[in-house]
């Protein structure tokens, strides 16, 4: 247990110096405690059975002069799987004062003595600092529903694995190094073109064109059918990434959904999409990486909400070319008249 508490410590160390990173800021200084803020954890129950629900809840309150960046939802959450969550619940109290609460509904179906790992907690202060404070870890304790009954079944171990002596001739080995010697020009022959562009023709389609299309196509698929939420949504946020980077000339595909957030928070996109878009990520991010099973509808829905995204921002840019043709040929027409004049 001690081991497992300290590997899940330096995993959060390790989140938050990749947090700090990806918002191009200095690392923010850890402290245990800050003025007018608590950081509180709880959990439902400390003694649970193998597949028992437990709710764990991070309780922050704070100054409305300090601002929070909540504890990442795709956190580590040691051995537990995240079945549903409410991310950052805000309340204003009587005092002036901001309560958030993150609540998430885990479950594991392995027994044992656990620590849910401590999670890293961001505060922006009214000194431009930032500053940073560890929740505490909670111990859950998961019982085996078999319990201590005598007549459970003893399970034996398995027998080590037969190794057979290889029995692989030598010029296997030499045919096999002749033929990479043959290969490897070819390899980097072929690594050389694709590097200068020649390898793929550059699509001249809209970007909305070659959204509409790969959404389309993602339709077809039996993802949802077979129950692949995981690579569903992989390839749902590929698109919305792609188009927006296509649109916007920007590397989105390979940022991450805080990235995303700072990014585009000075880019006007129309209709509110800036936030929906945001909690699309999020929900996106909860599915890929926290193992997390969509409610029922919810993959459909999403996938309609990136296709109305795709379609508002192309209206948006189809005016602004038709607002700047006319602006073009207002001046041109101004410019005739005084020449002629």
Do not use: C
């Amino acid at each position: 247990m001690k081991h497992t508490a300290i590997a899940h410590i330096i995993f959060g160390i390790a989140l938050i110096l990749a947090v700090s990173a990806a918002a191009q800021e200095a690392p923010p200084d850890t402290v245990s405690s800050l003025p007018g803020v608590t950081v509180e954890t709880s959990v439902s129950r400390g003694d649970i059975y193998v597949g028992d629900t437990v709710t764990y809840t991070v309780t922050i309150t704070y100054d409305s002069t300090i601002d929070l960046i909540p504890p990442p939802l795709g956190a580590n959450l040691g051995a537990f799987e995240v079945k549903d969550y409410e991310p950052d619940v805000e309340t204003k109290l009587d005092d002036g004062r901001i309560k958030s609460e993150t609540t998430f509904r885990i479950s594991t179906f392995t027994t044992g003595e656990y620590v849910i790992p401590p999670l890293p907690v961001i505060f922006r202060m009214p000194d431009s600092g930032s500053r940073l404070i560890m929740t505490d870890g909670m111990p859950i304790s998961v019982k085996s529903l078999l319990g201590d009954n005598p007549d459970s079944l003893d399970v034996k171990p398995l027998k080590a694995q037969y190794e057979f002596e290889p029995e692989i001739p030598a010029w296997y080995y030499w045919g096999g190094a002749s033929l990479l010697l043959i290969l490897l020009p070819l390899v980097l022959w072929l690594i050389f073109r694709k590097k200068k562009g020649l390898l793929e023709p550059v699509d001249r389609r809209t970007a909305w064109e070659i959204a509409f299309e790969d959404l389309a196509v993602l339709q077809q698929k039996s993802y949802l059918a077979d129950g692949a939420h995981k690579q569903y949504y992989f390839e749902l946020t590929d698109i919305a990434r792609a188009f927006l980077g296509r649109m916007y000339r920007l590397d989105v595909l390979e940022m991450t959904t805080t990235e995303y957030r700072n990014a585009f928070v000075a880019i006007p996109l129309p209709n509110d999409w800036y936030s929906r878009l945001l909690d699309f990520f999020r929900h996106a991010d909860l599915v890929k990486f926290a193992r997390m099973t969509p409610e029922s509808g919810r993959p459909e829905a999403d996938l309609s909400l990136v296709h109305d995204m795709v379609a508002d921002i192309r209206d948006e840019r189809l005016r602004q070319i038709e607002e700047e043709e006319r602006v073009r040929k207002a001046r041109g027409r101004s410019a005739r008249e005084e020449k002629a004049a």
